[in-house]
């Protein structure tokens, strides 16, 4: 069964930003009273969480709701991280890293943006791109589009380390000015479900779900499979971009391989742990395999077992397929 | 530009990387035609073959063949307990659900071999009659010729089985429909079984020789060629072995070639080329090269 809330007052003021409003005023009373009692150490795992609950959330949309199996998620994130860091770098710091100047109709070599409009430019350019590689790969179903996209995240990878001019290659870039905090992670949080809970709602969400039920019927009832599959998958790489310039201005330091595969398994297993019906779902999963990473990490480094934690989130991983396919949240339906 | 001894050199070295890439497709087509599952898992296999080839022979100094016997059967082993634990299951439900599964096995492999043996490559050492250099016309080594000559060998024998023996015969019928298969009596679990613990011994006999060509072995070795392995079925026709193979000297060809004729920063691309020719293949020809129209 499809887990969205179809209530009989979809678009009234009342049921829109009520939900909204008090979902965020207690997200942030929740966020002031963890900034209070808390300590750093745990106020980063949790601002961490946040940047993968948008990547998780944002992929949902179409792995889960739309059934396009995407593996080219990081592909976005990159894209958004590069960008919106060449953008925001450091003036004083461009020449002794190498990296370019920003062309007069940026701003000119003496000019460094804003955190928004950088972060937001970001998102646009991961759009852009999906919208450019959607045409073509989205075309393709299950198993070939798994591929392609995996093919289209390696690709941005290895272009990534090849254009040294722009991304410093393999060696990556540092000293990354430090604008994401709590805040402005979660106010993205907020956001991202709120936009995916809006489409959900909307014709297009509803198109979306059909897709995902059966191609055939939904092309049959007039839906236009590539409008409906572009849609979801450019508004995903959109926060995907978000989440990408999120994490690179929050680590301070990115290269290309961090956005290579483990990360994308990483991010495509949250919705499948969580619950990919639910719009919670992914948050779920996110909170969860990270709050895991964290309490891991100490022991796998005493003990000096490299890879336990993956190999846990592994053989999680099969057990939520064989034992509850629909993830954490999901209803107990073995759908077909 | 180029002096014709250059080019047969390139030539012959796309071969022998093709010759990898053609026994990989093989089973990931054998299992593909299937179960219609991308085996992400197929890759694993080559890591633990090459690190039980190595443990077998340098730690336990076993002989060459023995050793080589041994990582064939353990590879049939793993494929057997993947399919028993993971696949068994889940078959029948959705489609990707098989295609998650594989990706966790993977990891799970992955991560187990990092866990247990190390998170640092190893350096793989031949047995010395197998680096024997031979410099005529074209230098290779010993192990180049193994290399060829093995796959040739495999690729007969597998045609063989596929077309002769019972259980071939069965595999073709379940990848034709796997319910009229069942109807006609044929042990439905027993062949696909069969199918995994075949391609899987392939693939960890693939690490032996990746491992034998490049001198290095790690942890995530096997992932590249794994995916790789999938992009030779696609690009020679999904349901066709002969397309997989050809497939895999095709790209075993383009990868060499990228390196070998391309500028000097292109080697980077070489990975990327390949999967900028499988979309390109999927929009213009999306049955492959030697496929047939598949019935969705």
New interface residues.
């Given amino acids: 069964m499809i887990k969205v809330n179809y209530s009989n007052k979809p678009n009234t003021f009342s049921g829109i930003w009520i939900p909204f409003g008090v979902g965020l005023g207690f997200l942030f009373v929740v966020l002031g009273i963890f900034n209070l009692v808390l300590d750093n150490y745990i106020l980063h795992i949790i601002t961490v969480i946040g940047i993968y609950i948008i990547a998780a959330t944002s992929l949902n949309l179409t792995n889960g709701y739309t059934g396009l199996f995407s593996l080219g998620h990081t592909g976005f994130m990159l894209i958004g991280a590069y960008t919106s860091v060449l953008l925001t770098y450091k003036v004083s710091l461009r020449a002794a890293y190498n990296l370019p100047s920003l062309p007069t109709l940026l701003g000119g070599a003496n000019y460094q943006w804003p955190f928004l409009p950088a972060l937001l430019t970001g998102g646009v350019i991961a759009a852009i791109v999906a919208m450019i590689v959607g045409y073509p790969v989205l075309r393709l179903r299950g198993h070939y589009l798994a591929v392609a996209s995996l093919g289209f995240m390696i690709i941005v990878t290895t272009m990534a380390k090849g254009m040294k001019s722009f991304t410093r290659g393999a060696s990556g870039i540092q000293v990354i000015p430090h604008y994401s905090n709590l805040w402005n992670v979660y106010i993205w949080v907020a956001i991202t479900i709120f936009v995916l809970w809006r489409i959900l709602q909307s014709a297009p969400g509803r198109a979306m779900l059909a897709i995902r039920e059966s191609e055939v019927s939904a092309q049959s009832q007039g839906i236009n499979l590539m409008k409906y599959k572009l849609y979801a998958f450019v508004s995903g790489a959109f926060f995907a971009g978000i989440a990408g310039g999120l994490y690179a201005h929050f680590t301070r330091s990115i290269r290309p391989y961090e956005f290579s595969f483990s990360m994308t398994f990483f991010i495509v297993i949250m919705p499948i742990i969580g619950g990919s019906r639910n719009l919670f779902g992914p948050a779920l999963g996110a909170s969860l395999l990270i709050a895991m990473r964290y309490l891991l990490k100490p022991a796998e480094e005493a003990l000096g077992v490299y890879g336990l934690v993956e190999l846990i989130y592994a053989a999680l991983l099969v057990s939520v397929m064989l034992w509850r396919p629909g993830g954490i949240l999901g209803k107990e339906s073995r759908a077909k | 530009m180029y002096g014709a001894s250059y080019i047969y050199q390139q030539i012959f070295n796309g071969i022998v990387l093709g010759s990898i890439y053609a026994l990989l497709a093989l089973g990931m087509a054998l299992v593909y035609g299937i179960l ?3 085996n992400f898992a197929h890759g694993a296999l080559i890591t633990i073959g090459a690190f039980c080839f190595y443990f077998l022979l340098f730690k336990f100094n076993l002989p060459f063949v023995l050793a080589i016997i041994l990582t064939i059967s353990l590879g049939g082993f793993v494929g057997f307990l993947s399919e028993a ?2 696949y068994r ?2 078959r ?6 098989l ?3 594989s ?6 492999i ?6 247990l043996i190390s ?1 640092q490559p190893y350096a793989f050492f031949n047995p010395p009659f197998l680096n024997r250099i031979i410099n005529s016309f074209i230098t290779f080594r010993v192990i180049d010729i193994f290399i060829i000559i093995t796959t040739i060998v495999i690729m007969i024998c597998f045609g063989l089985f596929v077309k002769r023996s019972k259980i071939g015969i069965a595999m073709r019928g379940i990848a034709e429909s796997v319910e009229t298969a069942g109807l006609v009596g044929i042990n439905v679990n027993q062949v696909i079984t069969w199918s995994f613990v075949v391609a899987s011994a392939i693939a960890a006999l693939t690490g032996f020789m990746w491992g034998a060509k490049y001198g290095q072995i790690s ?1 995530n070795m096997g ?1 590249m060629p794994g ?1 790789i392995a ?2 030779a079925v ?1 690009i020679g026709g999904i349901g066709s072995i002969p397309g997989a193979v050809l497939g895999g000297f095709l790209i075993g060809l383009i990868q060499i070639f990228t390196v070998g004729f391309l500028p000097l ?1 292109w080697s ?2 070489r ?2 080329i ?3 020719l ?2 390109i293949v ?2 213009i020809k ?1 049955m492959g090269i030697l496929g047939r129209r598949e019935s ?1």
């Fill in positions: 219609g599952l991308i634990i993971g299951k889940l029948g439900g959705p489609g990707l659900s295609l998650i599964t990706l966790g096995i993977y990891i799970f992955e991560n187990a071999i990092k866990l998170p942890y992932f995916v999938f992009v696609v920063g980077v691309y990975d990327a390949v999967f900028t499988l979309i999927l929009l999306p969705m």
